[in-house]
T-cell receptor, first 112, second 112 residues
């Protein structure tokens, strides 16, 4: 059982549509990160959320941290083919700082 | 660019042989991590280090050992490789306090 559960596992949408990816846990996190990974490369950090209820925007991407700091979401508005990739959430639970763990990832495919 | 280099980038080895993967960083980061990535599992933590000669186990540490005799190098050893250790291995440096990870390019290991 993974500490961080991501859903859905796979998402295929048309260009211009919106999508949301979820990251849930029963543990509390002092911070959560979102990464995007392209084939053959390592994950690249997109954003870190720290405060419960926090919302951060990165162009068309909106990230939210749950009030209880146990979950997070990533919303993409008007998706483009360049948004295609594997999206991963990650964090270290407050009771096991140092053990930075990742969700299984959500594969997003945006077709023109 | 976090100055992280993994070597080798690709390796094919036989079952039962020892294998050592190297992670080298140039920016004096204290925290270094080893992950493996397999389809459907995302990134799973093998071992991590919080300083020279200070290491701890992750969620999938069985069959792996690590060493960190210098700040810049973190070595991952498979004492006797098995087919189940065929995977892509990623090294990361992690910046505190928000555990933000920056990854190397990965090592694709195949055990035949």
């Amino acid at each position: 059982t993974q500490l961080l559960e991501q859903s859905p596992q796979f998402l295929s949408i048309q260009e211009g549509e919106n999508l949301t990816v979820y990251c849930n846990s029963s543990s509390v996190f002092s911070s959560l990160q979102w990464y995007r990974q392209e084939p053959g490369e390592g994950p690249v950090l997109l954003v870190t959320v720290v405060t419960g209820g926090e919302v951060k925007k990165l162009k068309r991407l909106t990230f939210q941290f749950g009030d209880a700091r146990k979950d997070s979401s990533l919303h993409i508005t008007a998706a483009q083919p360049g948004d295609t990739g594997l999206y991963l959430c990650a964090g270290a639970a407050t009771d096991s700082w140092g053990k930075l763990q990742f969700g299984a990832g959500t594969q997003v495919v945006v077709t023109p | 660019d976090a100055g992280i280099t993994q070597s080798p980038r690709h390796k094919v080895t036989e079952t039962g042989t020892p294998v050592t993967l190297r992670c080298h960083q140039t920016e004096n980061h204290r925290y270094m991590y080893w992950y493996r990535q397999d389809p459907g599992h995302g990134l799973r933590l093998i071992h991590y280090s919080y300083g020279v000669k200070d290491t701890d186990k992750g969620e999938v540490s069985d069959g792996y050992s690590v060493s960190r005799s210098k700040t810049e190098d973190f070595l991952l050893t498979l004492e006797s490789a098995t087919s189940s250790q065929t995977s892509v291995y990623f090294c990361a440096i992690v910046q505190v306090p928000n555990t933000e990870a920056f990854f190397g390019q990965g090592t694709r290991l195949t055990v035949v």
